[in-house]
């Protein structure tokens, strides 16, 4: 499944983007992320617990950085996590774009998102919907760890 | 099904050292009848089943000051047939009587029903509109919470972990109130509601004029949803055919429903509006016959 968001973050594209680039704190902001380290300097390995419906997921998995483009102020990821108890997992390609917003850098995300296993029939609308909460978190830590 | 533990304790404290025992490992199993289901599809496989079966002093429903309270393992068909419940909230007996068999509502309890939140279930819905409270116990103690704030999201719920639902407490109608519950099931009987609702209208002292009301609605969001937005409309109003209208209309921004093999969204949405009116309309005349019946 694909779909996009958006988000504003008040602070200027530049602070945002240096910020954003900054995996392993950055990950930190997402909610659910229980561990990050770095692999290289491309890719992380990682541990999110996220809650899907009534299923609790512990995904383990990697995270690779397979463009960073900033005169472009655009960023693509892939990431890879399994679920070894459940037996499923996600694959995931992420583009990030940034842009002047009104009140601060307008992010915008583009997810082509596959769902294996038993999490996949919980069916789209809802999946859709919980990226959606984690966006709106996502967002809300961005700012607070912006502004400390 | 995975293998696991059961543990069957006596009382509340040992159940809540149960879970800290085993932490997210473990699960609370009251009726079964959604747990159990989950766990035979492998969407769930706790380490261990903690029971509360067996735990003392959870399957009471009692009147206490001005409101009922009803314990967690009380089932749904307790509720349904309780004297007590039948008499002091019918619309409350009411809502237990329309969940799924009867079958289904000799086992499912009241707290695992709250417990698994799941959006589409019926008794969250009236207990929403009469404002009940949820009383929750864990390693902290004991708290209780307005029902609005217990449920977070898609079978989220305000549970801490390590922390059960022991009971809930339902205030009794105002004076002059009149409460419906209402289910509009397109296929079976026993289905999951496609848009339920639950309102309650309290008149003003003329009994001409509503003075408060409270519209919860099931099964178009990713928890039970109060329609605020319509409510704000009512004080002041005669329920009429133009101000119906307008509460509908209203409500219809306030839901957000999933589309699905019980309908898309935006025919639950206009479904949504319909039964609001519909609701409304029984609410407000059982007020206006309480309100003839009590002066």
Request: aromatic letters at 4%; hydrophobic letters at 45%; glycine letters at 8%.
């Given at each position: 499944?694909?779909?996009?968001?958006?988000?504003?973050?008040?602070?200027?594209?530049?602070?945002?983007?240096?910020?954003?680039?900054?995996?392993?704190?950055?990950?930190?902001?997402?909610?659910?992320?229980?561990?990050?380290?770095?692999?290289?300097?491309?890719?992380?390995?990682?541990?999110?617990?996220?809650?899907?419906?009534?299923?609790?997921?512990?995904?383990?998995?990697?995270?690779?950085?397979?463009?960073?483009?900033?005169?472009?102020?655009?960023?693509?990821?892939?990431?890879?996590?399994?679920?070894?108890r459940?037996?499923?997992?996600?694959?995931?390609?992420?583009?990030?774009?940034?842009?002047?917003?009104q009140?601060?850098?307008?992010?915008?995300?583009?997810?082509?998102?596959?769902?294996?296993?038993?999490?996949?029939?919980?069916?789209?609308?809802?999946?859709?919907r919980?990226?959606?909460?984690?966006?709106?978190?996502?967002?809300?830590?961005?700012?607070?760890?912006?502004?400390? | 099904?995975?293998a696991?533990?059961?543990?069957?304790?006596?009382?509340?404290?040992?159940?809540?050292?149960?879970?800290?025992?085993?932490?997210?490992?473990?699960?609370?199993?009251?009726?079964?009848?959604?747990?159990v289901?989950?766990?035979?599809?492998?969407?769930?496989?706790?380490?261990?089943?903690?029971?509360?079966?067996?735990?003392?002093?959870?399957?009471?429903?009692?009147?206490?000051?001005g409101?009922?309270?009803?314990?967690?393992?009380?089932?749904?068909?307790?509720?349904?047939?309780?004297?007590?419940?039948?008499?002091?909230?019918?619309?409350?007996?009411?809502?237990?009587?329309?969940?799924?068999?009867?079958?289904?509502?000799?086992m499912?309890?009241?707290?695992?029903?709250?417990?698994?939140?799941?959006?589409?279930?019926?008794?969250?819905?009236?207990?929403l509109?009469?404002d009940?409270?949820?009383?929750?116990?864990?390693?902290?103690?004991?708290?209780?919470?307005?029902?609005?704030?217990?449920?977070?999201?898609?079978?989220?719920?305000?549970?801490?972990?390590?922390e059960?639902?022991?009971?809930?407490?339902?205030?009794l109608?105002?004076?002059?109130?009149?409460?419906?519950?209402?289910?509009?099931?397109?296929?079976?009987?026993?289905?999951?509601?496609?848009?339920?609702?639950?309102?309650?209208?309290?008149?003003?002292?003329?009994?001409?004029?509503?003075?408060?009301?409270?519209?919860?609605?099931?099964?178009?969001?990713?928890?039970?949803?109060?329609?605020?937005?319509?409510?704000?409309?009512?004080?002041?109003?005669?329920?009429?055919?133009?101000?119906?209208?307008?509460?509908?209309?209203?409500?219809?921004?306030?839901?957000?429903?999933?589309?699905?093999?019980?309908?898309?969204?935006?025919?639950?949405?206009e479904?949504?509006?319909?039964?609001?009116?519909?609701?409304?309309?029984?609410?407000?005349?059982?007020?206006?016959?309480?309100?003839?019946?009590?002066?």
């Amino acid at each position: 499944m694909t779909f996009a968001q958006e988000c504003v973050i008040p602070v200027e594209r530049e602070r945002l983007w240096d910020f954003l680039m900054e995996f392993p704190r950055v990950a930190l902001c997402v909610p659910g992320v229980e561990t990050i380290e770095a692999v290289d300097a491309s890719a992380f390995r990682g541990t999110l617990r996220v809650q899907v419906g009534p299923i609790r997921l512990a995904l383990q998995g990697t995270m690779t950085v397979e463009e960073q483009d900033r005169s472009a102020w655009r960023a693509r990821m892939r990431a890879e996590a399994n679920d070894r108890r459940m037996g499923g997992g996600i694959r995931a390609r992420m583009s990030l774009t940034l842009a002047p917003g009104q009140g601060g850098t307008r992010v915008h995300i583009e997810t082509d998102l596959a769902v294996l296993g038993k999490i996949g029939e919980f069916g789209q609308p809802v999946i859709k919907r919980k990226a959606d909460t984690l966006l709106a978190e996502f967002a809300r830590n961005l700012q607070s760890a912006l502004a400390a | 099904m995975n293998a696991f533990d059961y543990r069957a304790p006596r009382v509340v404290d040992e159940a809540l050292a149960v879970l800290r025992e085993y932490g997210e490992d473990a699960r609370v199993v009251a009726g079964g009848t959604a747990l159990v289901t989950m766990m035979r599809q492998h969407l769930v496989r706790p380490g261990c089943l903690v029971s509360l079966r067996d735990v003392q002093g959870l399957s009471r429903i009692e009147a206490t000051n001005g409101a009922l309270r009803l314990g967690a393992m009380v089932t749904h068909r307790e509720a349904e047939v309780s004297p007590l419940v039948r008499e002091r909230l019918p619309v409350l007996a009411e809502t237990f009587r329309r969940v799924a068999t009867v079958r289904i509502r000799h086992m499912a309890t009241i707290g695992g029903a709250l417990a698994h939140a799941d959006p589409n279930q019926d008794p969250p819905v009236t207990l929403l509109a009469l404002d009940a409270r949820v009383e929750v116990r864990g390693a902290g103690g004991r708290r209780e919470l307005p029902l609005g704030e217990f449920f977070r999201d898609y079978y989220e719920t305000a549970l801490e972990p390590g922390e059960l639902v022991t009971g809930i407490t339902v205030p009794l109608l105002a004076a002059a109130t009149g409460a419906t519950f209402l289910k509009f099931l397109p296929r079976t009987a026993d289905d999951y509601a496609t848009v339920a609702v639950a309102a309650t209208v309290t008149l003003e002292p003329d009994g001409e004029r509503c003075r408060e009301a409270r519209i919860a609605l099931g099964s178009v969001g990713v928890t039970p949803l109060r329609g605020r937005a319509a409510e704000a409309l009512l004080p002041g109003e005669r329920l009429g055919e133009r101000v119906l209208q307008a509460a509908g209309e209203a409500v219809k921004g306030e839901v957000d429903p999933l589309s699905d093999h019980r309908g898309s969204a935006a025919y639950k949405r206009e479904m949504t509006a319909v039964i609001v009116k519909r609701a409304l309309t029984q609410a407000w005349e059982a007020a206006r016959r309480s309100a003839r019946g009590t002066r």
